[in-house]
């Protein structure tokens, strides 16, 4: 494997954490806000405070890590990407900040508004809405070169369907993401009315998460057809996705193995990640940035890995601590505990 | 918008972000400390009172860390954002260090989220603040990473520029750059002696506010011990500060004590105006910039005619330098005066004009933050990479910064202000009284 490969595979693996993590949190904020206007709050809010309270800056970890790793492997990255994401990279940070500190305030500050949990809940869906933008620009066609430096078109991303198609995914997503793992969670905690909740909202969101994937497939064809077919080359991966799907669908459906069902949906998930990367590769930026021309010096790159496992070594063992604390504490789960924040 | 508007308004959005995150950073460094040293002492002599300090500030905390987050995410992607030239040569040469902080936030926030959520878990309490320990370390850590590329800012080196190619790079050899061994201990130091005096200044206000309680008085006198040492050892490492800058930077030194001709036996210029070049109403203390630079009274100073007019920083640095210093000075005297006086039961340390100045003392510190973070980076300008890239060259070339800088603007208002009103009526609605009396009563079995 060379460096080059090495070095995206760690930031996948972030990006793909991220992804996964903060689905959860932001489908859980959404979920919690919708319950508050729906008057059903009083099942769901308990349930998903307990699971995001000892976790939420962990989330946030994990996107910086994938941004200062990207700057470090990919140095010329911080030169096209950062020219043309000023506007929906300072939205997105902007909003992760309201949403961030208002968790904070209203879990440990005791500001509790029903305006506030709806904004939360709000942000949830516009965070992974401006940071898809991201994907849809590194598929081409929105940047151009103006006198040697890159300039974004913003009414061409704004009016492709492209970038539509990516924008209802991601939201998609994140809700199906976190229906599902919730609705474990909620099992685990042996609140019944919880589970059964989550488990109508994963089956909802079910069928628009899969076809609006399938969708965005269908326009890469006109978009981009150069990675259109690399995509086909890898239908096999896409294939086993779905099978995965199913399996989730069913364990949901069937009230089962929830657990099971959930480890479905990451390996899903996971599987379809990376043949879209895979299927990206060489480019970081179709045309002009590649994988190999924007790599960092050998040294550099040396000891970035070096620190990344050094740095390994001491985090699993301190988030299977956090886990075992937490996540699988039965305990504290199903709220026997009177783990009080400080 | 053309590019010098991108250029001026990257500066305005740079500085205000980073001004901003500082505070909040900087509490975040140094309270992970103090509620170790309070946890700790209330162990040992096994005093409510302590424990229960610990609590609250970690409550405080949990706050203060929110927004030093968030304004954590907002820098780190702005750099790439405003700053792309800078941050692609940056990464080339010290990503390193940047990618080892997210490391220590990544260890810091997973034993926080532990930390917090398991007061009442452990029998021995002992186990609880155990994992207080890479909290405090990871915040340190997180500080010492980013200080070292901030350094290497003001001295870079570990690579060669052959034809605008970076070669020869060595990750190591930047890191432990010149300006590193001052700047990462004056920054530590700093940080935990403004959280000393922060929460010293709270306790003192609480006193002055009509409670009696002893809680605020131990908690007080505590702060105040702690923060005279690390005040004494914040000057002794600003000291080292200014004899790396005569050595590294003397074109900083020089703008900063607004010395124009090379001389021997150079005198410390206090405060005064400036006035067509002539230093006036200014308090000048013989040889004492011969002292601070090479530590022997009769050393030459360089001095700013020497250097070439467009490398010249601005002048009005001078009123940084001098209210760091001045600030500094004036908080190591009067913790010295308080412990003492403590001690002694000179009545004036408890009158009110008295806890007033220590109500000061917090404020005043952040504001020695403040300003020392503006003395070095408006001290390094015209240049954002010293002698390598000028901050002109290193900005975005994209239109729309001065939108992007309205918005920021507003959110640092609502943060600011959301943060201030939630920590108020934090500590408002449950007093110390009230908490100590559940506490006595929890132990006792009354309630569960
Ligand atoms: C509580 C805050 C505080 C206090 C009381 C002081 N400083 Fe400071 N100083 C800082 C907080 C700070 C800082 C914010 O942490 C800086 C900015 C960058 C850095 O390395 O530390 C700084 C920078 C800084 C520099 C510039 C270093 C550079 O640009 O590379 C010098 C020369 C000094 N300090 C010297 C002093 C002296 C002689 C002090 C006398 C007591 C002093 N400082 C008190
Ligand atoms: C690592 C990347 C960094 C970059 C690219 C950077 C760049 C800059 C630039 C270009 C300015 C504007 C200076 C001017 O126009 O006068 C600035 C100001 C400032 N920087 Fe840095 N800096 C970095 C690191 C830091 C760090 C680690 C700190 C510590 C908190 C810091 C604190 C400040 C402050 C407080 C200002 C405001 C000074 C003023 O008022 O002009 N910077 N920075
Ligand atoms: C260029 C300047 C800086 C950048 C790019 C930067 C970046 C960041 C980022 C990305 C975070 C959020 C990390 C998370 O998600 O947990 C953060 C938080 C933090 N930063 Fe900064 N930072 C800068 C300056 C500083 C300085 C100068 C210090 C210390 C003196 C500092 C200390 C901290 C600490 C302790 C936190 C954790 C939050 C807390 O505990 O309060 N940072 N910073």
């Known amino acids: 494997m060379t460096l080059e490969i090495l070095g995206i595979s760690v930031l996948g693996m972030f990006l793909f954490g991220y992804i996964i993590v903060a689905s959860i949190d932001f489908g859980a904020g959404f979920f919690n806000a919708f319950s508050t206007v729906t008057g059903k709050q009083h099942i769901l809010t308990k349930i998903i405070h307990r699971y995001l309270s000892p976790v939420w800056e962990v989330t946030n970890v994990f996107l910086v890590f994938f941004f200062v790793g990207m700057v470090g492997f990919f140095p010329k990255t911080a030169y096209y990407y950062g020219t043309t994401l000023l506007v929906p990279a300072s939205i997105a940070i902007i909003l992760l900040a309201i949403r961030g500190a208002y968790y904070a305030f209203t879990t440990y500050g005791g500001l509790k508004h029903k305006r506030y949990t709806i904004l939360y809940g709000l942000t949830g869906l516009f965070i992974p809405a401006s940071l898809s933008s991201v994907l849809t620009i590194s598929e081409g066609g929105f940047v151009t070169m103006e006198k040697a430096d890159p300039v974004l078109d913003y009414w061409a991303l704004f009016t492709s369907p492209l970038s539509w198609s990516i924008v209802v995914l991601s939201l998609t997503a994140v809700l199906y993401i976190s229906a599902v793992f919730l609705t474990w969670y909620a099992n685990h905690a042996k609140d019944e009315a919880a589970t059964e909740l989550l488990r109508k909202y994963a089956l909802v969101w079910a069928g628009p998460a899969i076809i609006t994937a399938a969708g965005i497939i269908v326009e890469m064809k006109g978009h981009n057809p150069e990675h259109y077919q690399r995509l086909l080359d890898l239908w096999w991966l896409f294939a086993l996705s779905v099978v995965l799907f199913a399996g989730t669908v069913y364990c949901i459906w069937k009230r089962r193995a929830y657990g099971l069902a959930f480890g479905l949906l990451v390996g899903q998930f996971a599987l379809a990640f990376l043949a879209y990367g895979a299927s990206h590769y060489p480019y970081l930026l179709y045309p002009y940035l590649t994988l190999y021309d924007s790599f960092t010096n050998q040294s550099m790159a040396i000891a970035l890995v070096v620190a990344f496992i050094a740095g390994l070594g001491l985090l699993i063992p301190s988030l299977y601590l956090l886990l075992r604390l937490f996540l699988f504490n039965k305990e504290y789960v199903e709220g026997n505990r009177n783990d009080e924040h400080a | ?448």
Request: aromatic residues 12%; neutral net charge; proline residues 4%.
């Open chain 2, 1 to 448: 918008m053309g590019n010098g508007d991108s250029l001026f308004f990257s500066r305005v959005l740079t500085e205000l972000t980073l001004s901003f995150h500082i505070i909040y950073a900087t509490i975040g460094v140094g309270v992970p400390l103090m509620i170790m040293i309070a946890q700790w002492v209330g162990i040992k002599k096994q005093d409510e009172h302590y424990i229960l300090l610990a609590r609250r500030w970690t409550r405080g905390f949990v706050i203060t860390v929110a927004v030093g987050v968030v304004t954590g995410t907002a820098i780190g992607l702005q750099l790439s954002l405003l700053w792309p030239n800078f941050m692609e040569l940056a990464g080339n040469v010290i990503a390193l260090p940047l990618f080892m902080e997210t490391f220590a936030f990544f260890f810091e926030a997973i034993f926080l989220g532990i930390y917090i959520y398991t007061w009442d878990r452990f029998k021995n309490q002992k186990k609880h603040l155990l994992l207080l320990i890479p909290v405090a370390i990871g915040a340190s850590f997180s500080a010492v990473f980013i200080t070292i590329v901030n350094a290497f800012m003001s001295a870079p080196q570990g690579f060669d520029l052959v034809n605008g190619e970076l070669v020869n790079v060595s990750p190591l050899v930047a890191m432990f750059n010149p300006a590193m061994p001052t700047k990462v201990a004056h920054v530590l130091v700093t940080a935990y002696m403004t959280s000393a005096f922060v929460l010293a200044s709270i306790g003192a206000f609480r006193l002055l506010k009509g409670s009696d309680h002893t809680y605020h008085k131990k908690a007080l006198f505590l702060m105040m011990k702690l923060g005279l040492i690390f005040s004494i050892a914040t000057a002794v490492i600003g000291d080292f500060s200014g004899k790396y800058l005569a050595q590294y930077q003397p074109e900083k030194l020089a703008a900063a004590e607004w010395h124009f001709e090379s001389e021997k036996g150079a005198p410390l210029i206090l405060y005064g105006v400036l006035d067509n070049g002539e230093v006036k109403y200014a308090l000048k203390i013989p040889s004492a910039l011969s002292v601070l630079a090479h530590g022997v009274p009769n050393a030459e100073v360089t001095g700013l005619n020497e250097f070439p007019k467009d490398e010249v920083p601005p002048l009005y640095i001078h009123y940084l330098f001098d209210s760091m210093v001045t600030i500094g000075m004036g908080m190591t005297a009067l913790a010295l005066v308080y412990v003492i006086g403590t001690w002694r039961k000179w009545r004036f340390v408890v009158s009110k004009w008295f806890r007033w100045l220590l109500v000061l003392g917090g404020p005043l510190s952040i504001i020695a933050i403040e300003t020392g973070w503006w003395l070095t980076e408006v001290g390094r300008q015209p240049w954002v990479l010293r002698g390598i890239l000028r901050t002109k060259d290193a900005a975005t070339t994209s239109g729309h910064v001065d939108t992007m800088l309205l918005l920021f603007a507003c959110l640092y208002l609502i943060l600011g202000v959301g943060s201030v009103v939630v920590l108020i009526r934090m500590f408002r609605k449950n007093s110390v009284e009230q908490e100590l009396e559940d506490r006595a009563s929890e132990k006792a079995g009354d309630i569960r």
